[in-house]
C-alpha cells in the first residue's frame, strides 16, 4: 500500500488564489521531504528540502515567498502556492525519507495536478 | 553536481521485443545510489529499483534487469518481451546517501512505446 499519501490529486484554482497541498508519510517518520515540479513532457525537477522542524531549503531559482513549505510534524509537510498564476499550473510530487530509511527508496506521493485559470 | 543522461528520449517497439534504456550519471561523491522509476499516463511515480554504488552486481527481476558499469558511469535497464503495460516515461535518477543529500537528480526521462 501507499506509504507515502499526497492530497488533492488535482485542483483547478482562479489565478491569485493560493492552493494548498499535504504531503503526509503513513507509517514511518519523515524528517526529511522534497518537492519537486514536473511540468507536462519534462523531467522532475527539485523545488526544495523540507526538514522537519525547521525552515526549508529552495533550490536555485525557486521563490521561497510563493511556494510555502511548512514540515511541523514528522508526518506532514505542505505545500502552499500562493497568488497562483497559469504558469504555476504544473504536477507537484512529494517524497519523503526518514530516520531508519536513510538508506531506503525515497517514497513518492502521487502528485498534484494543479491547474490555474 | 550531480547529473543524470538519458539520450533517448522516444522509444517505440513492438510488443515481445526486448528494448534497453540507458543512463549515465555524473557525481562527485563517492557512496550514491541509483534508482529507476516507472511514471504511466496517470503520473505517479513506480519505483523499480535502487542500486547502492558499492554494489556492481546485475540484477533481474521478471522481465527487467539492469547492468550497472561503475567505470563507465552506466546504469542501463533492459525490459525482456515488452508488454504494452510497460509503455510508459521511465526516469533513471541519482541521489546521495544521507538526509537532505538523498533528494533525487532524475533524467529527463524516455518515453516508451509498446506497440501491439
Known amino acids: 500500500g501507499a506509504v507515502v499519501s499526497q492530497h488533492p490529486s488535482w485542483v483547478i484554482c482562479k489565478s491569485g488564489t493560493s492552493v494548498k497541498i499535504e504531503c503526509r508519510s503513513l507509517?514511518?517518520?519523515?524528517?526529511?521531504m522534497f518537492w519537486y515540479r514536473q511540468f507536462p513532457k519534462q523531467s522532475l525537477m527539485l523545488m526544495a528540502t523540507?526538514?522537519?522542524?525547521?525552515?526549508?531549503?529552495?533550490e536555485q531559482g525557486v521563490e521561497k515567498d510563493k511556494f510555502l513549505i511548512n514540515h511541523a510534524s514528522l508526518t506532514l509537510s505542505t505545500l502552499t502556492v500562493t497568488s497562483a498564476h497559469p504558469e504555476d499550473s504544473s504536477f507537484y510530487i512529494c517524497?519523503?525519507?526518514?530516520?531508519?530509511?536513510?538508506?531506503?527508496?525515497?517514497?513518492f506521493g502521487n502528485g498534484t495536478r494543479l491547474t490555474v485559470t | 553536481a550531480q547529473k543524470v543522461t538519458q539520450a533517448q528520449t522516444e522509444i517505440s517497439v513492438v510488443e515481445k521485443e526486448d528494448v534497453t534504456l540507458d543512463c549515465v550519471y555524473e557525481?562527485?561523491?563517492?557512496?550514491?545510489?541509483l534508482f529507476w522509476y516507472k511514471q504511466p499516463p496517470s503520473g505517479e511515480l513506480v519505483f523499480l529499483i535502487r542500486?547502492?554504488?558499492?554494489?556492481?552486481q546485475n540484477e533481474i527481476s521478471g522481465r527487467y534487469s539492469w547492468n550497472f558499469q561503475k567505470s563507465t558511469s552506466s546504469f542501463n535497464f533492459t525490459i525482456t518481451a515488452s508488454q504494452v503495460v510497460d509503455s510508459a516515461v521511465y526516469f533513471c535518477a541519482l541521489s546521495g546517501t544521507t538526509g537532505a543529500n538523498s533528494k533525487l537528480t532524475f533524467g529527463k526521462g524516455i518515453t516508451l512505446s509498446v506497440r501491439p
Open positions: 523540507s526538514n522537519e522542524g525547521s525552515k526549508a531549503t529552495y
Open positions: 507509517d514511518f517518520q519523515a524528517t526529511t
Open positions: 557525481t562527485r561523491d563517492t557512496t550514491y545510489y
Open positions: 517524497s519523503a525519507g526518514g530516520q531508519g530509511r536513510l538508506n531506503s527508496p525515497l517514497h
Open positions: 542500486r547502492n554504488s558499492f554494489d556492481e
